[in-house]
Structure formats: C-alpha cells, structure tokens
C-alpha cells in the first residue's frame, strides 16, 4: 500500500511540474521561447552525433548519385519526418530527383612514376618505379575511364588553349599518345572583373581535361585537389598527385617546379616541356548513366499569415567524394554544415513560438561533382524566386575558432542580420564581406547569387583539411559546431521576423 501511494505521489509531482513547464512557457516572451528551444536542442554533443553518423563508412564518402548517397538521403530525410517538417519538393514528397550519371572507383586503382636509369653498359633504358603513398601523393581521378596507362609524362603547364588571349599550353609541344601534368587554374592573376571573365572558361575543370583529350594525351596527372567535378571520357585515364609527385617529375631537368610556374605568372607565356620521365596509372573505374542526384527539401510554415508566403532558404550540400579510392569523409566539407541546419530544423520545429516568414530546409546533392544539385534547383524551384528573402547557404561549420560570411551584392541588408545574431547570441570573431561570385563557382551560394537570389554564405575561417583523408570528426570542433549553429539560428529567425 505505501508503494501504491509512493508512485501516486510521484506521479502528481511529475503531472504538476509538467503543468508548471507549460505555464512558464506560456508567459515567456516570444525571444523566451526561441532561446528555450536553442538551448534544449542545439548542442553540441548531437550535433557532433550528426557529424559522425555522416562521416561513417556505410556511406562510402557519399557520392552524388552513389548507393552511399542514397543511404545519407534517407538518414537526413529520416530527421524531417521525425520532426514534422512539411515535403516541399511537390506530390507530398521530400526529394527532389534529377539526372545525375555516377562515375564510382573501384580499389585496385594505382598511381607510380617511372625514372630512367641510363648506364654506359646498359643498351636500353632501364625503368625504375616509384610508389607514392595515397593521399600524400596521389588520388584517384573521380571521373576517370576505367585503363591501365604507361606513358612519357609532359609538362602542359595550366592546360589552357586560349587564342583569343594570344596562350597555349599546348603550343611547341606534342602530348599524343602521352601523359600531361597539369595545374588547377590559369596564369592570370588580376582581380579585375573583365580579366576574370577572360579567363572563366579556362578555370573549369571540364575544359581542361577536354583541351588535353583534343591534343591527344591519353592521361592525366592533376595537379589539384580531388573532385568529381570533370568530364568523363571512358578513353582518359587521370589521377590527382601532391607536390612530392610534382618534385619528382621536375627533378633532374634543370628547371624547378616554383621557378617556372612564377615565371608563367609574370611573363603570361608557357613554360611546357618534356620531364624524360613516364608515369603508370592504373584507375579501376565503373559508370552508371542512368544514376540520379537527390535534393531534400523540407519546410516550416510561417505564423503570419501575410508573411507565411515569403520565404528563408537554409541551404547545404550533403555529398562528397565517394571512394577515391580509399573513403575519404568531408566530416566538415560538409557534414558540420547538415548538421549544423539539422539543428536548427529540430530547434524550430519544436519551438513554442514558429517565425513569421517559412523556413525551407534544402539539403543539397552535386555540389562536388559541379554544382549539379542547386543548379538543378534553381531551374525548377520549389517556391518562386520572388518569394525567397534571403539563401543562407552553409560551407565548412566545423573547425576553427571564427566565423565568417559573404553576401551577394545584391543583398548586402543581410550583413546586419549576420552581425546582429552574432553580436547578441553566440560572440564568435566574424568576418563579413561583399562577394561579386565572378570567379568559377565554388559553393552553392554563387549559383543561387548568379540566379539573382539574395545570399549569405556562411562558414567557419579557419578549415585545416580539404578534400583530403583528415577532414574526418576527429578534426572537428563541437563547440565550433554549436556556435555555428545558433549564428544560423537567429540570423534565420532575425530575417524571417523582420
């Protein structure tokens, strides 16, 4: 009998403190209420949750229209369901699917230097190969044709054929049957907007590995970083190598690497030449045409009625790499950013109090492999451009110690809500600038701002790992990860309030 009255007892207490709970929150202001919900939901502990449930293996670094993609698909859509979020991608369904053909690579895939050894004795050139570890010296190439290679590798310089600009790399040379070595980029320098513009096409990746097929290299060593950002051609065989790869193809010619790259920087003119050296490049690699890109696209639906039809687009990329070959996790390129709008999702939908304006969700597919994702958005939206107040897209949240932001020029009110948010509520070092987006693309924010959307691009300064191995949830900062998280936040809530 004690127990029975025991467990009434407790049962009362817990029915009156409940009572009292809903009547607090029913007397708090409405900045009560969104704090409450900010300081019950985001925090850094599930949010680094987020991070590492991305990050893990199962999803295979999370290739734009891989199965692994798929798989991040589902999780995070999972989380809108969970919360209630509205389907926003029409039909009353949270994906938005486009065509997006998926170039995966297999193990197996290799990458070595061959080094001529020549000997008065010796009638015919000897061969000796040089391994270099993944990663510190080479990546595979994400769009590569599935070949084996053995070729003399050729200095082509930026692989830039522009007669309208008086430059060719290729000019003097002859790379048919053989291997380029090339850099990211171009020679150009100038920050002048017609300079820039000059230049664009020549700066895409696509257009150099195109350029280096109509000379007729039958490979490629990319001097950048990996990317499935390219143009397949089933016959092109490339990978990406690091500076180790790169000193070891200028040793032994009389040039050096930094000597002639500055020296193509300030004359504006090739430095192109044969290395005497071959390179071995083996990529195991498997196309599947038919594959497809998912944007997930999930709402809250504004509190004012005159208000609830304008509109804040929290937006960020969720794929990566894939396995190149080796699984590489973009736990903060860009997992830091999903879950940093995961948080805010579950905050806001939980909230005693919903902004005036809606909120869309819009977790992004492609923004590796081309922009694929946005851009797909853009042409066929889900709510007319004209209702879109502002795009708050995400990049690299997870490191670091301070925040910065670029908006478009065409939305430079949004810097006062970026530094109000921050000055009043989270205290974070920020940088905000003015970007005109005129160089080749980078985030998802230049498509929005080159479609004439009014964007912010957020991030964290200081990233220490891009696109490589290391940028895993170890290097990642949970502390960094809530600040971010609330700066979105309230700067979501101060615009969508206004």
Known sequence: MKRFFFTICCLCCMFADIQAQTRMRQTLSDEEKYLDAMHRHITSDKLYGYVCQLSDTVLRGRLAGSEGMARAVEIVKGYYEQWRLLPAAGNGEYIQTYPHPC?????????????????????????????????????????????????????????????????????????????????????NRSQSPDSIALWYEHTLHQNKLANAVRHGAIGMLYYWVPGPNALYNPDFVYCHVARPVVEDLFAGTGKTYRETVDKIYETLKPASFETGKKAHIKMVSTCNP???????????????PALADEYVI????????????????????????????LGVAEALSKSAVKPKRSILFLTLDGEEAGLTGSTFYTLHPAIPKEKIKAVINLEMLGTGESLTAAV??????????????????????????????????????AVFAKAGYPVADLRARESRYYHHPLDNPDTI??????????????????????
């Not at 510190?136 to 599935?146: C, H, I, M, V």
């Not at 929290?314 to 709008?341: E, K, Q």
């Open 314 to 341: 929290i937006s960020a990329h969720l794929d990566h790499l894939g396995m190149i070959p080796y699984h590489i996790a973009g736990a903060n390129d860009n997992n830091a950013s999903t879950a940093t709008l």
């Open 477 to 498: 900062n949970p502390e960094m990860l809530q600040s971010a998280s609330q700066w979105l936040y309230w700067t979501a809530l101060l615009i969508a309030n206004q």
């Open 408 to 445: 478009s020029e065409n939305a430079l009110s949004l810097q006062h809500f970026l530094e109000e948010a921050n000055t009043k509520y989270v205290h974070r070092r920020l940088t905000v600038r003015s970007s005109p987006y005129l160089t080749r693309p980078r985030t998802d924010g």
């Open 103 to 187: 170039v995966e690579i297999g193990e197996g895939s290799t990458m070595e230097i061959l080094f001529p050894m020549n000997g008065s004795k010796r009638k015919e050139t000897v061969w000796i190969n040089k391994q270099y570890p993944w990663a510190d010296g080479w990546f595979a190439g994400n769009l590569s044709g599935n070949g084996d290679i053995t070729a003399d590798v050729v200095y082509a310089g930026f692989g830039v054929t522009a007669p309208e600009l008086g430059y060719d790399d290729y000019a003097g040379i002859d790379v048919r049957g053989k291997i380029v070595l090339i850099e990211g980029e171009t020679p």
């Open 290 to 304: 038919d594959a497809t890109g998912k944007n997930i696209l999930g709402e809250i639906k504004g509190s004012d």
